[in-house]
């Protein structure tokens, strides 16, 4: 199970105080949503805890491993990111982009692929169709499914919402904490939209 130890994090960006002091920790089965305005410092905090830039003062531990260097096999097996652009390779089919996620674990049948759509709510979707034909709620959660494919027990996911109506912002997010239960999973969720703080089981405003 994983444990995420974000230890008194501080960061000046020219000059200006943008983190201070900033403290959580995160088990399995953690939802912890991150808010706070535009430009308060939520995506500089999510690049220091997922080892992208060093903090001035304060430290990171994943599994009680300091965060730093050689971070690329950590994310590769613990953290999986979701981004607001998602890049899906547009080309290719739902298919073909969910299995990219999968390659890293194990490949999925046809089936399996199917009820993983009917999942997200995309039932009669064809896997067979490029990605490019559907609408960008549905590469959302196109993306979403390639990422939790990984089977990462962490996933960090930078404003996942921020291209969706609220209707979609939603279910994303709904799916994103049914997935965290069920698999007694962490997720770390930036957001500015304060509605998603009662899916947090912990809430970290900055
Ligand atoms: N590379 C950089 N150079 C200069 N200033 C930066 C840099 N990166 C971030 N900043 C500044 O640091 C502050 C925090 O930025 P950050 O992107 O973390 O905010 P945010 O809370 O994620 O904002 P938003 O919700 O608008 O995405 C902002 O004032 C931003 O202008």
């Known amino acids: 199970m994983v444990e995420l130890i974000v230890d008194k994090i501080s960061q000046k960006i020219d000059g200006k105080s ?13 939802f912890v949503v991150i808010t706070g305005r535009s430009g308060s410092g ?11 830039t060093r ?17 690329q096999k950590i994310w590769r097996n613990q953290i999986g990111f979701i981004f607001q652009n998602n890049l899906l390779l ?6 073909q982009n969910i299995l990219m996620g999968a390659k890293f674990n194990k490949s999925l049948s046809d089936q399996e692929i199917r009820d993983l759509l009917a999942k ?20 959302q959660r196109v993306a979403l499914l390639r990422t939790l494919v990984k089977r990462n027990e962490l996933i960090f996911a930078d404003e996942p919402t921020g291209n969706l109506d609220d209707e979609n912002a939603r279910k994303l997010v709904e799916i994103l904490k049914n997935w965290s239960l069920a698999e007694q999973h962490a997720v770390v969720m930036v957001t500015h939209n304060l509605a998603f703080i009662t899916y947090a089981t912990k809430h970290v405003a900055i």
């Open 18 to 30: 943008v983190l201070n002091q900033i403290s959580f920790e995160v088990h399995a089965n953690d």
């Open 42 to 52: 939520k995506t500089t905090l999510l690049n220091v805890i997922s080892g992208l």
């Open 55 to 71: 903090p001035d003062s304060g430290q990171v531990y994943l599994d009680g491993q300091l965060i730093g260097k050689n971070m």
């Open 90 to 95: 547009e080309k290719l089919t739902v298919k």
């Open 120 to 139: 997200v709510g995309m039932p009669d979707v064809d896997i067979s169709q490029r990605v490019s034909t559907l609408s960008g709620g549905e590469q």
